[in-house]
């Protein structure tokens, strides 16, 4: 589970959101991970900081 994140860089008030959203639903890494994205480019960033 996340507890915190940090987010610094163009359109990060985007995937800072979802982030937002993970911590506070409790989603399970794994889920996290494998969630598929509208727009991949800037959230790819999860996915790598999760693997």
């Not at 937002?20 to 959230?43: E, G, M, N, Y």
Request: with cysteine; hydrophobic share 55%.
């Amino acid at each position: 589970m996340l507890v915190g994140a940090t987010c610094v860089g163009p359109d990060a008030d985007s995937w800072g959101a979802e982030l937002a959203l993970a911590i506070r639903a409790q989603v399970p890494l794994p889920v996290l991970r494998d969630h598929l994205r509208a727009f991949p480019t800037w959230s790819e960033a999860i996915t790598a900081a999760l693997d």
